[in-house]
Every structure is written in C-alpha cells, then in structure tokens.
Nanobody
C-alpha cells in the first residue's frame, strides 16, 4: 500500500521561493508518474509537475520556467522547487502517484500561501 506525505509548505512573500518534498512508502514503479497537483479555493485541481522514467517531466503551463521537479527513485521521494512565487500560486499542494486505470494515490496536502 502506497502512502504519501508532503512537507515544506508555508507562508512566503511574493517573489520568494519554497521547496516542497514528498516522501513515499510502499512499492513504487519508476515508470509510473509521481509528482504534484494543486487546488486553490474556487478552482479545479490542476497539474503542477510530474516525472517518470518513461515519460520524463511534465509541467503545467504556469509552472514551466519557475518550478522544477526532481525525483529520487531509490529514496522514493519527489521535490518541487518553486521560484518567483505569486499570490496566484496560493493553493493546497498534493503529492500524487499514478497507476493504470486512473488509480491515484494522494498525500494529505500542504498549504502554500503567497502574500503580496
């Protein structure tokens, strides 16, 4: 059984940076995507970034150029470096691990709040 736990969220000023981390336990497959989604109040959940050995990295349009995802397949961790943050980045950020047939595992989420 896969379990995911996020850390690193918090309050940051606009223009600042945060680094989120996710630690996984259980059996993981390197070729299955692992990464981050976020959901802000009044908005739908959206892709931030994912990575796998087969598909490489994928970024949401808002994330490309500002955010960077990295995955340690041995330690079963994934991190998200977020730079030049804006208030629009305020959301709950969820760690995700995807399996076939739209089976997803989620962490409990970590709050990121960007003040202006």
């Amino acid at each position: 059984q896969v379990q995911l736990v996020e850390s690193g969220g918090g309050l940051v000023q606009a223009g600042g940076s945060l680094r989120l981390s996710c630690m996984a336990s259980g059996r993981m497959f390197d070729f299955r995507p692992m990464g981050w989604y976020r959901q802000a109040p009044g908005k739908q959940r959206e892709l931030v970034a994912t990575v796998s050995t087969i598909d490489g990295t994928k970024y949401g349009n808002f994330a490309r150029g500002r955010f960077a995802i990295s995955r340690d397949y041995d330690k079963k961790t994934v991190s998200l470096q977020m730079n030049r943050l804006t208030p629009d980045d305020t959301a709950v950020y969820y760690c995700n691990y995807n399996l076939p047939a739209d089976v997803d595992y989620w962490g409990p989420g970590t709050q990121v709040t960007v003040s202006s």
